[in-house]
Every structure is written in C-alpha cells, then in structure tokens.
C-alpha cells in the first residue's frame, strides 16, 4: 500500500530521529499544495476558542456534505509537526509529505483523538499539541530533553480518507492484486535475462551467477557479505560495496529478512548469486524506510567468507 500505518511508536521514533534538525519554521502559515510542496505568507490563524487541557486546534477548510470520522475508524493524513528545541529554535518533527506518503492513525488514539472524532473527509486543520502530554500519554516517555519543556507541538493536518476496518482490508486486497499483477510482469522480463532459475518452495527464487566449489555455510555460522540491494525495476535502495568492512551477520538466526536467512544457505563459499524475494519473505505488508509495503526485492549478493559456528 502507499502510505505506512503510523503507530504511536512511529511517532516518537520520528521525534528522536528528526528533532535534532535546525530547520526554522517561518512566521506566515505553513500548507501543502496538491504536490506535497509547503505555501507560506499566508495570514496566520488565530487561535481557536475550541480547546482542550492538552490541545486546541482549528479547522481551516471542512465540507459538511463529507464523510463524518467515528470511534474505531481509522484516519489517512498527512502530518507537518514543528516542535521547540532547548534552545527555543524552532524544528520539524514530522513531514508525511517528505517522504510522498500519507499517514493510517486510528480516529481514537489517545491524545490527538479528541481532535479527530470533530473532523471529516478531506478536512484541513491545525493543532497545538502540548509536547510534555503527548509524550507522556501516547509514547508512555517523558519529553526527550533536547525539547523545550512546557512547550506545543504545531501540527499542520489534511484528511485524505477515512476507513473502517472492512473497508482498508478491502483497500488492502485490492491494491495487493495490482501490485502482484505489475510484479509478475516485471519478474518475467528480469528473469527472462537468466538461465538456471531456481525456485524454493517458500517462493524464492535465485540464480547463481558465479560458481565455487566452496563449503555451504550452516545455520548458526557467522558469513561476511557484499551485496547490492535493488528493486523490480532496477533502482538501488541499498548497498555495501563502498563501505571498509562486509555485511557480517549470524546466519539462521532471524538477524536479517527471511529470504535471507534461507538464500544465503543455499550458496558456497565465495559464490555470487541474484536473489528475487517476495514481500512475504521481505519487509511485508508494513515496509521499512525507502521500501514500501509488499514489495518484491532484488539483491545481488557475493558470500565471502564463512565463520564456522564452534559451540
């Protein structure tokens, strides 16, 4: 799917990750255009009278005839959150627009609920979220202390959709047939570049592209790798062939993805190979940083060394 489900762990990951930026938000109101790019000089908003002990907020735009949100849906937005440091300058905690995907947050998460059970489809809105509340009730953490205490986290909101259970498993199904149906055709023009393709019965699929008659490596054992990270259609998102050291991992032991930890025991000593692993032996439906959910990964590995496990 094209938008990840934002946990309350997500979210303070994102505070953590993020917060340390120097990244001055401007005086003027801060929205996104249809392309995800922020408009600025816009008037600001004067605070709303509608608040809570935690949090105030405003609906800027909202359409009466839209979807009214209840308890127990779920919420598709898009997040722009700026947060006070220590030192009182202001940082971007949070950009769904960054990183081109909306965010799945259940209308009844505990703090920013008492916001979304007021809104609609398509609405667009802003929030001041006390910092010390939010991390307090949603991340179960104190305020982390390169934020300022006793300070707001700016939300800027839009509502894009709004699901109940059934209908984002629909959602899901849906756009798994089409991802499946565009992977098919994609894996049969890769592979159709290759000879002695082998298939596992849990679905994977690798091609051995340079043959030693070096030992296989055994569940347990430590092996170093060199390895090339891409997708269907060829783009990179990972590699270590720059780095000083190779990729060292305990084989088996679920340090790694599955289809990993099952390739790499097909391979000897010293062999190069083109592993195709599904999603399902992948990163699955949730998907991890540039790798989105139920993708089919590409990775050109070398095995280059193997340390025998000796307990």
């Known amino acids: 799917m094209k938008y990840k489900f934002l946990t309350i762990l997500f979210l303070s990951l994102s505070v953590f990750a993020i917060a340390k930026t120097d990244k001055l938000f401007g005086n003027g109101i801060f929205s996104a255009n249809q392309k995800g790019k922020p408009e600025t000089g816009k008037k600001p908003v004067k605070k709303s009278a509608?608040?809570?002990?935690?949090?105030?907020?405003?609906i800027i735009k909202t359409n009466s005839q839209e979807r009214a949100v209840k308890s127990g849906e779920l919420l598709m937005i898009h997040l722009f959150g700026i947060g006070k440091l220590a030192d009182n300058k202001d940082t971007i905690l949070i950009n769904s627009y960054a990183i081109g995907n909306p965010y799945l947050i259940p209308v009844d998460e505990v703090t920013l609920g008492k916001v979304f059970l007021n809104l609609r489809k398509n609405d667009s809105l802003e929030m001041d979220v006390f910092a010390d509340s939010l991390f307090n009730n949603s991340f179960k953490q104190p305020l982390p202390h390169f934020l300022k205490q006793n300070s707001y986290i700016h939300f800027l909101v839009k509502v894009e959709n709004v699901f109940n259970q059934k209908e984002l498993e629909e959602l899901k199904q849906a756009e798994q047939i089409i991802r499946a149906s565009k992977d098919s055709a994609e894996i049969n023009a890769l592979l159709a570049k290759y000879k002695d393709i082998k298939t596992t019965a849990s679905g994977l699929k690798y091609i051995i592209t340079k043959s030693?008659?070096?030992?296989?490596?055994?569940k347990g054992d430590e092996v170093q790798m060199n390895y090339t990270g891409m997708f269907l259609d060829g783009k990179k998102f990972d590699e270590n062939l720059n780095t000083e050291s190779p990729f060292s991992f305990k084989l088996g032991t679920g340090q790694v993805i599955a289809g990993w930890d099952e390739g790499i025991l097909l391979l000897h000593e010293g062999e190069e190979a083109k592993l195709i692993i599904p999603s399902d032996l992948g990163y699955g439906e949730q998907g991890t940083g540039p790798i989105p959910p139920n993708a089919t990964l590409v990775f050109d590995v070398k095995l280059l060394k193997i340390k025998p496990n000796t307990k």
């Open 50 to 58: 509608t608040s809570f002990k935690t949090i105030s907020y405003k």
């Open 212 to 218: 030693t008659t070096g030992n296989y490596p055994q």
